[in-house]
C-alpha cells in the first residue's frame, strides 16, 4: 500500500481539487486501486467525489473508534473509492498524536494500491500523521506571499519526518496567472530556494474556472474538456506525481508485517 498526502496550512490552495485529480489519475491511468480518505472536516473531498458531503455510518471517524469495524469505503462518482469526511473530525487533533497514528494504521486492513490523504488547511495530527506513512507528499502552492510565509514550517515538519521515513516532496504551483509579474517575482524567489526548489515540479497549474466546473459536474479536468491545454496540463501533473509514487518497488517490510 503506496501513500499520498495532500496538505498545505493555507486554505484554498487546491488541496482537496488536487487530491481529487491525483485519485482519479491513478485509478483511471494506471489501474491502481485507489482510496481517497477525507481527513478534512469541510468534507469537501467527500461532496465532490460522491455528490454528498454526510454521512451517518461509515465515516473517517470510526478508524479512531477502537470498537468500529474499520469503515467500508464507498464507491465515488470518479473511478477510486472515498472514505467520507466527518464535519467533527477537527476533535482527533486534540487527542495524543498517537490514536491518529494507530486510526491511519488500520487502512493498511483495507485492499488498496494506493491511499491520498486530503488533509485539512491546519497543522495536526491529520496534516502529521498522513506524512509519516510516507510516500509522497504533495505541497500545492499559491504563489502569493502568505503562501511562502507558511511554506517554512510545513518544510521543517517534512524534514524532520523524512529523516526517520521515506517521503519525497513534492510543491506544484496551482492557481498560476500567467504574466503576473508579482507571482513572477515570488516564484522566482521560491525556485531559488535551497528548502524549496530542488522539490517545485516545473510544470505549473494555471487559474482557471474549468477547474471548480469540472469538480462541480462529478468529472476530471481532462474528461470535462479534452482539448483544454490547462486540462492536459493536469493530466501530466498527476502522472508525474502518481509515478513518483507507484513506480516504487511494493516488497517492503510494512507488507510483511500486515499481509
Ligand atoms: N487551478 C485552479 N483554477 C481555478 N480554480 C481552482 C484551481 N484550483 C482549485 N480551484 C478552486 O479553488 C477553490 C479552492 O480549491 P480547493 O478546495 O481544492 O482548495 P483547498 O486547499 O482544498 O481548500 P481548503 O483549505 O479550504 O480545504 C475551489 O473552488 C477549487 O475548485
Ligand atoms: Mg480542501
Redesign the pocket.
Same mark, same amino acid.
Given at each position: 500500500m503506496k501513500f499520498i498526502t495532500?496538505t498545505?496550512q493555507? !486554505?484554498?490552495? !487546491?488541496?482537496?481539487?488536487?487530491? +481529487?485529480h491525483i485519485a482519479e489519475y491513478a485509478a483511471r491511468a494506471k489501474g491502481a486501486r485507489t482510496l481517497l480518505v477525507d481527513l @478534512?472536516g469541510?468534507r469537501?473531498?467527500t461532496f +465532490?467525489a460522491t455528490g454528498r458531503a454526510r454521512y451517518e455510518e461509515g465515516t473517517v471517524l470510526d478508524l479512531w473508534d477502537d470498537e468500529s469495524p474499520v469503515p467500508r469505503p464507498i464507491a465515488s462518482r470518479m473511478s477510486f473509492d472515498v472514505l467520507p469526511g466527518n464535519e467533527f473530525a477537527a476533535e482527533v487533533d486534540k487527542q495524543p498524536e498517537e490514536e491518529t497514528q494507530i486510526a491511519l494504521h488500520r487502512l493498511h486492513s483495507l485492499d488498496y494500491d494506493l491511499v491520498v490523504f @486530503?488533509? *485539512? *488547511?491546519a497543522v495536526g495530527a491529520r496534516q502529521v500523521v498522513p506524512m509519516q506513512q510516507g510516500g509522497l507528499l504533495v505541497v *500545492?502552492l499559491e504563489p502569493e506571499i502568505q503562501a511562502i510565509q507558511g511554506l517554512a514550517g510545513l518544510l521543517q515538519i517534512w524534514t524532520n519526518i523524512s529523516q526517520e521515513i521515506p517521503l519525497a516532496l513534492r510543491l506544484v504551483v496551482?492557481?498560476?496567472i500567467k504574466n503576473s509579474t508579482h507571482q513572477e517575482a515570488i516564484l522566482d524567489t521560491l525556485r531559488r530556494s535551497p528548502a524549496a526548489g530542488p522539490h517545485m515540479l516545473p510544470e505549473e +497549474?494555471?487559474?482557471?474556472?474549468?477547474? *471548480?466546473n469540472a +469538480?462541480?459536474d462529478g468529472k476530471p479536468v481532462w474528461d470535462y474538456d479534452r482539448s483544454d491545454p490547462?486540462a492536459a496540463m493536469?493530466a501530466v501533473v498527476c502522472k508525474k506525481l502518481t509515478e513518483q509514487v507507484l513506480a516504487v518497488d511494493d516488497t517492503g517490510t510494512q507488507e510483511e508485517t500486515h499481509g
Open positions: 495532500v498545505n493555507k !486554505g484554498g490552495v !487546491g488541496k482537496t481539487a488536487l487530491s +481529487l @478534512d469541510q469537501n473531498a +465532490l @486530503d488533509t *485539512p *488547511p *500545492p496551482n492557481k498560476r +497549474l494555471t487559474a482557471r474556472t474549468l477547474v *471548480p +469538480l462541480k490547462a493536469w
